[in-house]
């Protein structure tokens, strides 16, 4: 374990100037001397109290929870208390990147049990966490007592979802691809209908229109088990690609409610997620890894016709932001 001095303050310091002035100066050394040798006992006994608080303390990270970048992540700690003794004034941090964040400060802790702590948001980015750190300033809050963890744990914080998308997808994308439907790889046709402005042509059952004097479009079952399927070019700006994973983790996540599957093609990436497939969590980090790519870079896979290609049309990404 490490110990550092905690920082005195204002207060303090001057508390302390006057005690040496007045030691010094006056005549009554005596009494000024046996206050500093009182004082330097007390940060002895302090030091010592800290170091036995927080020496019988032992914990771990059972893991972090992706969330949207800038979100609050949970946290989810294991902490155990060697001895029937009660421990004070606990706190735990975790460090990675450049950072050092409080996740949870107890206040009390008897005997073992798990704990649940709040890491402030994080930019997009799979961020690794170096170490975990309990401290202790228990109990005057002189000396400070800290134990490091090393830790191989992962804090993912993946692209916010678009709020366009909240609706139903297959009319809500519209406003973003510029298609008012988009089909689903399994998507079944449940009728037909006449033709809408802002209509895919994509949709149009042209037989079934040459017996009719007006158009027809395909209705779709969306309950049949509809999948997405996306293909993002990563050769694009940054501003670009960051809108680009925001849809596509839109999708992601509405597949995950419906239990369907999702589809996900770039450059050195291909994948099939959901039921029976990769997890989700496995998409989210990806997206939260995703980079763009210089535009020599060689082109995504090829795609069914039907996949939505990302990044969006300039127009639209308009559109989508309002």
Not at 229 to 239: F, H, K, N, Q, T
Not at 268 to 274: D, I, S
Not at 279 to 295: E, F, G, K, S, V
Request: charge should be positive.
């Amino acid at each position: 374990m490490r110990v550092r001095p905690t920082f005195l303050g204002a207060k303090g310091a001057c508390f302390l100037a006057a005690i040496e002035v007045a030691f010094l100066a006056t005549p009554y050394s005596n009494l000024f001397f046996l206050l500093l040798c009182f004082l330097g006992v007390l940060t002895l006994l302090a030091g010592l109290w800290s170091f036995c608080n927080l020496r019988a303390v032992a914990a771990q990270l059972l893991g972090t929870a992706p969330a949207p970048a800038g979100n609050e992540h949970d946290v989810r700690l294991e902490l155990c208390v060697r001895g029937r003794r009660p421990r004070f004034q606990i706190d735990c941090w975790l460090e990675f990147g450049h950072g050092r964040y409080r996740v949870a400060a107890l206040p009390l802790l008897r005997g073992s049990g798990k704990v649940a702590g709040r890491l402030p948001g994080q930019s997009r980015g799979v961020h690794a966490v170096r170490q975990l750190v309990l401290r202790s300033r228990y109990p005057f809050g002189i000396l400070e007592w800290s134990r490091r963890i090393a830790l191989t744990a992962e804090v993912v914080a993946y692209p916010p979802p678009l709020p366009v998308l909240d609706g139903d997808p297959n009319s809500t994308l519209a406003a973003v691809i510029g298609d008012r439907q988009v089909a689903g790889g399994d998507d079944m046709v449940a009728g037909i209908r006449p033709f809408q402005p802002g209509d895919s042509l994509r949709m149009v059952h042209w037989k079934a229109s040459a017996r009719r004097t007006q158009l027809v479009v395909r209705e779709l079952d969306r309950d049949s088990g509809a999948a997405f399927e996306l293909c993002i070019d990563r050769r694009c700006s940054a501003e670009d690609l960051d809108l680009a994973l925001q849809i596509a983790c839109a999708l992601l996540l509405r597949a995950g409610e419906a239990k369907t599957h999702l589809t996900l093609t770039s450059q050195g990436h291909a994948a099939v997620y959901g039921p029976g497939q990769q997890p989700t969590a496995a998409a989210l980090r990806w997206l939260a890894a995703a980079a763009p790519l210089p535009a020599e870079a060689s082109p995504p896979p090829i795609c069914p016709r039907a996949a939505i290609r990302l990044p969006v049309r300039r127009r639209a990404a308009e559109v989508a932001h309002g």
